[in-house]
């Protein structure tokens, strides 16, 4: 183990973009890449930009944004003055957040506390369906993806395991089975997702109470 580490340690840049997007992917490799490559800047982010966040729960949010469209950003890298793959990313990666962090206060206005939302759709769990309750009407406008994770991890109440069946082929980036990554790397890109689509939900929550007021 220790021989493969070291020799991770010593790809150079475009050996670890062919490591990085190969087919089939190289798992003990990715794994040391987000887990020990990108630990540095991924700790400056959790840290210092998003208000002492846990690093590791970032590492799918990463996963995602870096693998999206079969690596697209690792593969638009460009060595240029100087520049190393390492610092690029890390430039890429704080973009993102902090892309993702002003997304989040933009609708700020708009969220509605989750804990109110999730108690809701547990009612509807419970008693006949209201199709004139808000929450249900909000949940209906909902696309099909945050359907079937709010109806598997909300109301249906499974694990992120038991739901990674149903949910994983509507992950984006989804280049091969979930059960082939760590539970690790799949447990935070879905719950991931499942915050997108309680924010999604919140808002139009939101517009619809507005409407009906």
Request: glycine share 0%; proline share 3%; hydrophobic share 40%.
């Given at each position: 183990m220790?021989?493969r ?10 050996e ?6 190969s087919?089939p992917?190289d798992?003990?490799?990715?794994d ?13 982010i959790?840290f ?6 846990r ?8 996963y ?7 690596w ?7 060595q240029?003055?100087g520049?190393?793959l ?8 704080v973009?993102?957040f ?7 206060e933009?609708?700020k206005?708009?969220?509605i506390?989750?804990?109110d939302i999730i108690?809701?759709l ?8 209201d ?16 359907r079937?994770?709010l109806?598997?991890?909300?109301i ?5 395991i ?12 989804q ?6 990554l760590?539970?690790?790397r799949?447990q ?10 309680l924010l999604?939900l919140s ?5 619809i ?5």
């Amino acid at each position: 183990m220790l021989k493969r580490v070291e020799r991770f340690a010593t790809l150079s840049d475009n050996e670890w973009i062919d490591r990085l997007t190969s087919i089939p992917p190289d798992e003990k490799a990715i794994d040391y890449f987000f887990n020990i490559k990108c630990a540095a800047f991924i700790n400056y982010i959790a840290f210092t930009l998003l208000d002492n966040q846990r690093p590791e729960s970032l590492i799918g949010t990463l996963y995602e944004f870096l693998s999206d469209n079969d690596w697209h950003v690792i593969r638009l890298f460009k060595q240029k003055n100087g520049a190393s793959l390492y610092s690029y990313l890390a430039r890429c990666a704080v973009n993102h957040f902090m892309a993702l962090k002003k997304a989040k206060e933009r609708h700020k206005t708009y969220h509605i506390d989750s804990p109110d939302i999730i108690k809701e759709l547990d009612a509807i769990t419970t008693v006949e369906e209201d199709k004139n309750s808000f929450v249900w009407q909000a949940f209906n406008q909902l696309n099909k993806r945050d359907r079937i994770i709010l109806r598997c991890l909300v109301i249906d109440k499974k694990s992120t395991i038991e739901a990674a069946d149903e949910i994983w082929p509507y992950v984006k980036t989804q280049n091969r089975e979930w059960k082939s990554l760590p539970p690790v790397r799949v447990q935070n890109t879905i719950a991931m997702l499942k915050r997108r689509a309680l924010l999604t939900l919140s808002i139009k929550l939101k517009e619809i109470i507005v409407l009906n007021s």
